[in-house]
């Protein structure tokens, strides 16, 4: 069985406030993007084998894909083997939910594989015990992610929408930005704003009213994001974002014309970077 699982970007994060299990209150927008990995999953005897083209993805349990197959063996009693190969094409500790939509596709792939008839509402309980941004990759498209992002709102579709992801070349920890974050103690992200913008299908003030809220501790230690938003500003993006933790930024195009001149300049300076062209889906 071959299952595409697909990377996330957040049209907007605000963290709320530290809660006393240590995790974090959000408001976010989630957005699936068509950038995806590939997994191919195959029943073997008995335990599981994973295999990856990247070397920074773990290959034991550190590894989200087996933390799932874990997770099924507790909940449903099933112990059965399998084989995971993972085709990753999302960049690594990027900001974009490579691990977790990885978790989300492993989930409702052995739920098919071994029909274990789990509905959305099971695996997105299931998903929440291996990660934060996990049950929004078992559902996708559109969403208002609230609690630690667990709680999840489904929002009108947006699909469609081109825009190019700036990845740096380096990875960023997710844990690590959590720690320092300064918090603000009220709303910075008008969610409002954004979801009426995405009601309307209008990128420009969807953009316009992006805020992320891990940016500034991120740029902090890494400058080359802010030289990244500007890149894209100056070669015709709207205004950009730092999706997730980072580091990737992305900026949407309302011409694939521009997107096309852009994706060409940014190539040309970021070489030790990847720079991706993709859509809303
Ligand atoms: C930054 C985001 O990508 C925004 O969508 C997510 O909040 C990250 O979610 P994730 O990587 O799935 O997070 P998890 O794997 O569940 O947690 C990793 C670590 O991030 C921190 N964490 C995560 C989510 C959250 N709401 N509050 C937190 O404080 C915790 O220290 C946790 O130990
Ligand atoms: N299937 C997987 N694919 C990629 N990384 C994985 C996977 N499973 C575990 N990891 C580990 O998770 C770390 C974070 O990688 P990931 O690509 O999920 O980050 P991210 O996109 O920033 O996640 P998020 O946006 O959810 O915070 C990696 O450094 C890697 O060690």
New binding site residues.
């Given amino acids: 069985m071959k299952i595409e699982s697909y990377?996330?970007i957040n049209l907007g994060l605000d963290v709320l406030y530290k809660r006393e299990d240590n995790y974090h209150e959000l408001s976010t927008i989630m957005q699936q993007i068509d950038l995806s990995?590939i997994l191919t999953i195959k029943d073997i005897k008995e335990g599981i084998k994973l295999e990856?083209n990247?070397r920074?993805?773990?290959l034991d349990s550190?590894?989200?894909?087996y933390k799932s197959w874990e997770k099924i063996k507790e909940k449903t009693g099933i112990n059965r083997g399998v084989h995971i190969n993972?085709n990753?094409r999302?960049?690594?500790?990027?900001?974009?939910?490579?691990?977790?939509t990885?978790?989300a596709a492993t989930l409702k792939g052995l739920n098919e594989l071994w029909d274990l008839k789990l509905n959305e509402e099971e695996l997105r309980n299931i998903a929440v015990e291996i990660?934060?941004?996990v049950p929004f990759c078992t559902m996708g498209g559109t969403a208002l992610a609230e609690g630690i992002g667990e709680k999840l709102t489904k929002l009108k579709s947006f699909k469609n929408h081109q825009l190019l992801l700036i990845n740096p070349g380096m990875?960023?920890?997710?844990v690590e930005v959590y720690k320092k974050l300064r918090l603000k103690g009220k709303r910075t992200l008008d969610t409002n704003k954004i979801i009426s913008s995405i009601e309307n299908n209008d990128i420009k003030t969807l953009s316009d009213n992006m805020i992320n809220v891990m940016e500034e501790v991120v740029l902090e230690n890494n400058p080359i994001i802010e030289e990244i938003k500007n890149d894209l500003i100056k070669y015709g993006s709207l205004k950009p974002l730092m999706?997730?933790?980072g580091p990737t930024v992305f900026g949407f195009f309302d011409d694939l014309d521009k997107l096309h001149y852009c994706k060409d300049k940014l190539e040309e300076k970021y070489t030790k970077g990847i720079v991706v062209e993709g859509k809303t889906i």
């Fill in positions: 990377g996330k990995d990856s990247h920074d993805v773990p550190r590894n989200l894909v993972i990753k999302i960049p690594v500790a990027a900001g974009l939910a490579g691990g977790s990885n978790a990660g934060a941004d990875g960023i920890s997710t999706s997730g933790s």
